[in-house]
Nanobody, 124 residues
């Protein structure tokens, strides 16, 4: 069983920064990959970034490269999404998800466990 607890998020002005955290509680010694997805009002959920817990395989959506970074703390089983130069169109509910193994995936259907989501609102 895997439980994902998210923290961070909130309201920020355009150009500001936020860091989201996703901490996993797992009942196994297997390693996992964590991905971040977001869903804006009226839009489909989209991939943001993903990393395995060893941090040696990461990927970020092309549209967010240069502004968002992802990092893993394997000892804490926590993945961080650092978001900079935020824009109003980054406003969305951000959710983390996990899947067993080291392979990083961008398809939400590949992930088995999901956090509850956290709202990020960027004001203009």
């Amino acid at each position: 069983q895997v439980e994902l607890v998210q923290s961070g998020g909130g309201l920020v002005q355009s150009g500001g920064s936020l860091r989201l955290s996703c901490a996993a509680t797992v009942g196994t010694q297997y390693t996992f990959t964590t991905g971040w997805f977001r869903q804006a009002p009226g839009k489909q959920r989209e991939f943001v970034a993903a990393t395995n817990w060893s941090g040696d395989w990461t990927t970020i959506s092309d549209s967010m490269k240069g502004r968002f970074t992802i990092a893993a703390d394997n000892a804490k089983k926590t993945v961080y999404l650092q978001m900079q130069h935020l824009r109003p169109d980054d406003t969305a509910v951000y959710s983390c998800a996990a899947r067993m193994g080291r392979k990083v995936g961008t398809d939400q259907t590949e992930y088995d466990y999901w956090g509850l989501g956290t709202q990020v609102t960027v004001s203009s």
